[in-house]
């Protein structure tokens, strides 16, 4: 199957693809190389890239996102000629909103719960999204160190 920097990679290729469109990359890449895909594995796959920020949900198209170190996986490079999608264009600073967006709720679910481990985390992903896109999560930051401070003492 595809990590989420190959499928950050496959998208990045296109600027933003449905995901109907990256099963059918991810199909024809997987053909190429003699595999197939098992669809609840790839539903699978994309959560998990989603939730690492590798890939960002905006508008039904899949972006690649601020945590993501995208690569072509090996048998995509003819993606391109294969997938008929048209010319795409993204607007990076709505998506960037996007990005913050689920990081606020996040936040919001770690400060609700105390989890100061997750909070850790959200401080990391805060600081990439801000560095991607024009967002400001200064707020989010400060909640986040208030439960990472308690936890710490």
Do not use: K, N
Not at 124 to 149: F, I, S, T
Request: proline share 4%.
């Amino acid at each position: 199957m595809f990590g989420p920097d190959e499928l950050a990679g496959i998208v990045d290729t296109f600027d933003a693809l449905e995901r109907s469109e990256l099963l059918r990359a991810c199909s024809e890449t997987a053909f190429r190389r003699g595999e197939s895909i098992d669809e609840a594995a790839f539903e699978a796959s994309i959560d998990e890239a989603l939730t690492e920020y590798a890939l960002i949900e905006h508008d039904g198209r899949l972006v690649a996102g601020p945590a993501a170190f995208p690569q072509l996986p090996e048998g995509a490079e003819d993606l391109p000629h294969i997938l008929d999608v048209g010319d795409r264009s993204v607007d990076r600073a709505a998506v960037a909103e996007t990005a913050a967006e689920r990081v606020r709720a996040a936040v919001d679910d770690a400060v609700d719960d105390g989890d100061a481990e997750r909070a850790a985390e959200l401080l990391d992903r805060c600081y990439e999204v801000e560095a991607w896109g024009p967002v400001d999560l200064e707020a989010a930051r400060e909640r986040l160190d208030e439960v990472v401070d308690t936890a710490e003492g």
